[in-house]
């Protein structure tokens, strides 16, 4: 057994210095009908070349994005990652380290967690970002609950344009907690009054920018309106590529924003780990969820980073911490930091514009089929199509004939009749033209 | 700012203060022109984003990645969170495209075998704890812990029953409580004894209508086996309440003791602990979480099943014939790090995982008895796969148990957890795991030993001036939180 070192000597002489015959004697405490003593019913130990043989043989069972025409978005999207990413990342200083406890020999991790929030706060056009959640679901759920810690009040308002995930993540998460979740039916064609429901106990208003049916909205006049009543914007962004190219929540006077970060430099893995962005403005600081890194001085006044303002946190409050959460997503935040680091300002605002001319192209290129209904006038990469038919048949039809064709909008929303024809689909910088045509060619059949 | 490096004492700027305006490590194809879509809601201002090349981007990150250790590095005793050696076959699996280049919207035909995969991982959780069912989508263990108080939360709302109050040992990890108190649970702390585990008689006084369970950590957090579990679980059961087992520390117990026995109804795992997968810095872990019968109909979505047809996604609750408690996570929890879990597992087999937990407990053991000449344990052993010491032998030497731990970041180990579990006096928990050599743990207890005589000797200054062989000397954190720099300002 490869990963273990100690020798049968050595364990002989180990447990002669505690003084004990065998191993079984250190296990004296456990109760005798709970004890095993025999190997469970599984396979036994097994080499690295029988492992990877298994494994493989069950990723052969996967069609991959890369071997198909691919639209598929609806929150998780596939992005060209530069090799350099997954080559530091991989650095087993950052991949085998934990929580920087002893900044002393954290400043890797720490520096990069704080370039990693100005980058988050930059690119949301906020103050201050935290060290990362688990995703832009779980993030979604932590700002509606600081929302209502920031105004003492109870009611959460989601938008029908708000991710499905995001919002049966929040609803769960809060379904104990006092607060009234009210999610708003699904709205793929932007007809909700958010502000007519914005009542004195509202605590926020929860919007997705680009929205999941894909259109883009001015929350302007909604922050302004939730703020005059006393009440928080809370914008997520599903894909914050669009914020290469989209005007950032903060501009839009955004009180809290949330993201999920897989997008830049994360692969999309059947959906984890994602990477929850969390972003706010500097007054609410206190309030926020997840871990932090600041700046400081070491005993010898040179500049360093430290975690901070942990008296939010479960390991010093406890029940009365803002968050549970403690295990967050390091590593993929690492990923996310060195592709936004290659890319820079310059590559960033050019994949965003790549990512729509992409999206734009597929539009033209659909639009004008038989059956074919543009369901969304403004989109950044992902736009919703009505469809004379079931979409989930449409799509199984199309994955029939080798084309990953979109996310019917009824495997999120089974109850509403009147989506089934609702298709999503998604473009981004990896889309080719040719793969368009194949799938302009395969809907023409299937329609 | 102007440190300057030296030799491997390396200094290095923030990536925003290595500027070169216009410069882009990735060369990307200039975007088709088409008119567009965005409805006048084009971003207007500079992002601020510092323009580098690829190779400087690599340098920047290769050297923070010098100023880490890990346990690649070195020997990372940081107790309560299993830093064992993670293997790399793993990290090559998880890369398969055929694993991490698909979607969780592809049509279920497309991704059988990712389905497959999740459906094995569970059966051999299940199978390792002898529990009947499982939830696969919780984030981290808090994120399990959260996902079990969810499901008593909901049995009990369908028992229509009104409990409430949650129990919660003094030596509990804080997520404990911070997850009970956000399932609307109030806590209430039990005590310990003088043995280091829960006070059955104080706990059995506390129970009554109003009590939803009891959350325990098994092996707890002082590293022992609670000895009473038995008559604890059948208290809890008879007095109506749900047992939650913390399983952070199963890494002591896997296939050689059966949870399912000691009358747990549910424990999360920490995949990024007992099973290998990397922590990361912080994450990303996985905490799936096991249930008994009575529970397992109020697992969240989604959840994998199998039929002639194949494999298939449950997503929402009118497909699921069961009373699930809702959605945790967005998507279908952390596939990859299931995929390097499962590969894990694989590697070392049943018989594989036992002598694991066998030689973690060993290493444990082997550190309380060699340090115990020294140091002070605050328990008689034997201990599981943590040995707990606290600071009365720093007593009136001047020196803390952060001084102590800071120092021993110059003898080159990474510190042990300090001043966890709270129930002891300036607590140093270690966790050597199984990967470690004797010879490791030979040089470790030697340093420890001359640490302590070295304390004792009244060489309290050299304490207080540690570490000195790191890229900084300790951090100012008073000074962090009351001015709070939390980002980079140009």
């Known amino acids: ?447 | 700012m102007a440190e300057t490096s030296r030799g491997l004492m390396l200094e290095e700027p923030l990536i925003f203060e290595q500027d070169s305006p216009g410069l882009c490590g990735v060369d990307l194809p200039e975007p088709p022109l088409v008119i567009d879509r965005l409805g006048g809601l084009e971003r207007q201002e500079a992002i601020g984003l510092p323009g580098l090349s690829e190779p400087a981007v690599v340098r920047h990150y290769t050297r923070l990645s010098q100023k880490n250790v890990g346990i690649d590095s070195v020997f990372y005793p940081l107790g309560s969170c299993t830093m064992k050696h993670n293997p790399r076959i793993n990290e090559k699996l998880a890369r398969l495209p055929g694993l991490a280049d698909i979607h969780p919207f592809q049509p279920a035909s497309t991704v059988q075998g990712a389905l497959e995969l999740i459906d094995l991982t569970a059966h051999w959780l299940k199978t390792l704890t002898g529990m009947p069912a499982i939830a696969m989508s919780p984030a981290a263990g808090a994120h399990g812990e959260f996902c079990g108080l969810m499901t008593i939360r909901a049995a009990l709302e369908d028992r229509r029953e009104k409990r409430l109050r949650i129990l919660v040992p003094e030596s509990a990890h804080g997520t404990n409580p911070a997850s009970a108190a956000a399932c609307g649970f109030t806590v209430d702390p039990i005590p310990a004894t003088a043995r280091g585990r829960v006070d059955l008689a104080a706990m059995k006084a506390k129970l009554g209508g109003d009590v939803a369970g009891l959350m325990l950590t098994n092996p707890n957090t002082c590293g022992l086996f609670e000895d009473e579990i038995l008559e604890i679980a059948e208290a809890v059961h008879q007095a109506g309440g749900y047992f939650y087992c913390d399983g952070a520390n199963y890494n002591a117990i896997v296939g050689r003791v059966r949870v399912a026995d000691l009358g747990v109804d549910v424990m999360h795992i920490n995949l990024h602990k007992t099973f290998s997968t990397p922590h990361g810095g912080g994450g990303p872990g996985a905490g799936p979480t096991v249930l008994s019968a009575a529970l397992a109909p109020f697992a969240p979505l989604p959840a994998v099943v199998h039929d002639d047809r194949g494999f298939r996604l449950v997503e929402h609750a009118a497909q699921s014939g069961a009373k699930p408690c809702g959605r945790l996570k967005g998507y279908h929890g952390q596939f990859g790090v299931f995929v390097r879990a499962l590969a894990y597992m694989m590697s070392m087999g049943a018989d594989g995982l036992r002598q694991a937990s066998s030689d973690a407990v060993l290493s444990a053991n082997y550190l309380l008895a060699e340090l115990a000449s020294e140091l002070t344990p605050s328990f008689a052993g034997p201990c599981m796969h943590e040995a707990l010491f606290d600071d009365r032998f720093l007593k009136d030497t001047g020196v803390t148990t952060l001084d102590f731990a800071k120092a021993m970041i110059d003898e080159g180990f990474h510190p042990m957890t300090m001043y966890f579990p709270l129930v002891v006096h300036g607590a140093l928990l270690m966790e050597p795991t199984e990967t470690e050599s004797k010879d490791t743990l030979d040089r470790f207890i030697a340093s420890l030993r001359g640490l302590a005589r070295r304390a004792k000797g009244g060489a309290a200054a050299s304490f207080k001036a540690a570490p000195v062989h790191t890229p900084r000397r300790r951090l100012d954190e008073t000074a962090a939180a009351r001015t709070p720099v939390l980002r980079w300002r140009r």
């Open chain 1, 1 to 447: 057994m490869r990963y273990l070192p100690l020798t049968e000597a050595d364990r002989q002489a180990m447990l002669a210095a505690i003084g004990v015959v065998g191993v079984d004697d250190l296990f004296k405490d456990v109760p005798v009908p709970a004890r095993r003593d025999a190997p469970v019913d599984l396979p036994f130990h097994a080499g690295e070349m029988a492992v990877e043989h298994r494994l493989t043989a069950l990723a052969q069972k996967n069609l991959s994005a890369g071997c198909a025409p691919f639209f598929i978005g609806a929150g998780v999207y596939r992005h060209h990652i530069p090799a350099a990413v997954d080559a530091l990342i991989q650095r087993g200083e950052f991949l085998t380290s934990y929580t920087p406890y002893q900044p002393e020999v954290s400043q890797g991790t720490l520096q990069y967690l704080f370039e990693f929030q100005s980058q988050v706060a930059l690119l949301t056009g906020m103050d201050v970002a935290n060290a990362s959640m688990y995703d832009g679901a779980t993030a979604t759920a932590e700002a509606a609950a600081m929302a209502c810690r920031v105004t003492k009040r109870a009611h959460i308002l989601l938008s029908g344009d708000l991710h499905p995930h995001y919002r049966s993540v929040t609803a769960t998460a809060l379904q104990y907690s006092g607060l009234d979740v009210e999610a708003l039916p699904p709205d793929p064609l932007g007809s909700e009054d958010l502000i007519g429901r914005i009542g004195p106990d509202t605590a926020c208003v929860v919007v997705q920018n680009p929205g999941f049916f894909g259109r883009l909205r001015d929350a302007t006049a909604l922050a302004a309106a939730c703020h005059a009543a006393g009440a928080l914007l809370v914008m997520a962004v599903a894909e914050p590529v669009s914020l290469g190219l989209v005007k950032a929540p903060g501009d839009m006077d955004a009180d809290i924003v949330v993201a999920e970060g897989q997008s830049i430099g994360n692969p999309m893995a059947f959906g984890g780990p994602g990477l929850g962005l969390f972003a706010t403005r500097d007054k609410y600081v206190r309030q926020m969820p997840g871990r932090l890194v600041g700046q400081t001085v070491d005993g010898d006044g040179r500049r360093g980073w430290v975690l901070t303002l942990s008296t939010r946190e479960q390991h010093i409050r406890r029940e009365k911490a803002t968050s549970n959460i403690c295990t967050n997503s390091g590593l993929c935040a690492l990923a996310f930091t060195i592709h936004l680091s290659l890319l820079g300002e310059a590559g960033f605002r050019r994949l965003a514009r790549l990512n729509h001319a992409h999206a734009v192209m597929l539009a033209e290129k659909l639009a004008p089929l038989k059956g074919v209904r543009l369901l969304s006038q403004t989109f950044f990469n992902e736009f919703a199509v009505a469809l004379p038919k079931s979409a989930a048949e449409v799509v199984e039809a199309l994955a029939r004939r080798g084309v990953l064709g979109g996310v019917p909008v009824s495997r999120f929303y089974p109850s509403y009749p009147e989506l089934d024809g609702v298709l999503l689909l998604a473009a981004t910088e990896t889309t080719a033209e040719a793969d368009m045509d194949a799938l302009a060619d395969a809907l023409r059949e299937v329609l």
